[in-house]
């Protein structure tokens, strides 16, 4: 019995230790768009270089990505465009 509730207490520990570096994570949350016209920008690539992590923007141009570490290095690129 002593067995099983060393086992629960070490599952318990490791799902907190998940939760804590899941839930750390922080979203940002933004908009790309035309500088000089000010349409959104569809299908940018948005990219996390230190998390490898990418996403592209949506028929609005607005894009979530989450960050776990700070300071972050974003960059955006889409065809035509300046990175």
Excluded: C, W
Excluded at 42 to 71: C, K, L, N
Aim: no cysteine.
């Amino acid at each position: 019995m002593k067995s099983f509730q060393k086992n629960r207490v070490i599952i318990l520990f490791a799902l907190a230790f998940v939760y804590y570096h899941v839930a750390s994570a922080t979203p940002i949350i933004g908009k790309v768009t035309d500088a000089g016209t000010g349409e959104a920008i569809i299908g940018a690539t948005i990219y996390d270089s230190r998390t490898h992590q990418g996403v592209i923007t949506d028929a609005e141009g607005i894009f979530r990505i989450d960050v776990a570490m700070f300071p972050s290095e974003l960059s955006i690129s889409y065809v035509g465009y300046e990175q």
